[in-house]
C-alpha cells in the first residue's frame, strides 16, 4: 500500500507539472487553438465525448493487453527452444533478424491488407513490435547460469530439459522480468502503428479523424489517454514482476 501511494504521488506530480509547463507554454506564445489548444479545453472535452473516447480507449487497450501476453508467450517459448535446439536457433534467429530490420510502418499497411480493418491486425503489429525484446532478453538469461550450477549439472548428468526447469530457467528470471518492462511500452505503440494503418476503431482513429477535421482539442485527448495507457502498463509489470522476481535488487 506505502509503495502504491509513492507511485500515486509522483504520478500526481508529474501530472501537475506537464500541466503548469503546458499552461505557460500557451500563455507565453499563444498558439492557435488549432496548433496547440490550452490544457482546460483538452480538459473539457473528456466530460463532454467521454463515451466516444473511452470506447475507442477501450478498442486499443484490448489490442495492446492481447498483444502484449501474445507476444510475450511466443518471444518466451521461442527461446527456450532455441536454447534447447540450438541447431534450430541458427537457423530460426536470422529471420527473427529480419523482421526487426523491416521498419514497423511499412509492415502495418501489408499487416492490414491481409488481416483486415479489424483487430486482428493491431494485436499481430503489437506481437511484432515486442517479440524480438523477449525473444532476446529471455534468451540471454538461459545462457548465462553461474559457473558453479552448470557444473553441478554436468556432474549430475541432468538432460538439457532438466536442467532448463532446474537451473536456467529461474536463473533467467531477471532478465525476462526486464524483457517485459521494456514490452509493456512498446505494445500499445505498436497496437497504435497498426491502427495508423487503417483501422475501424481504436485511438488512432480518434487522432486521424481529429487530425483530417482540425480538432486539436479531441486529439490531444487521445494523445493523453494513449500516454495514461503506457504509464499503466509500466506500472502493472513493474508491480507484476517485483512479485515474479522478489530478490530481483532495485537500485
Known sequence: MKVLLQVGMRFLFSVFAVLAVWALLVAAFQPPSFMLPGPVEVILTFPEHAGFLFHHAGITASETVIGFVLGVLCGS????????????GRVIMPTILVTQALPVFAIAPVLVLWLGFGMSSKIVMAILVIFFTVTSTVYDGLRRLDPGLSDLARLYRVSRFQELIMFRAPAALPAFASGIRVAAVFAPIGAVVGEWAGAKGGLAFIMLQA??????DMLFAAVILLALMVLAMRYAVEHLTRILVPWQVEI
Not at 211 to 216: I, K, P, S, Y
Request: charged share 5%.
Open 211 to 216: 487530425n483530417a477535421r482540425g480538432n486539436a
Open 77 to 88: 517459448i521461442l527461446a527456450i527452444a532455441i536454447w534447447l535446439f540450438p541447431l534450430a
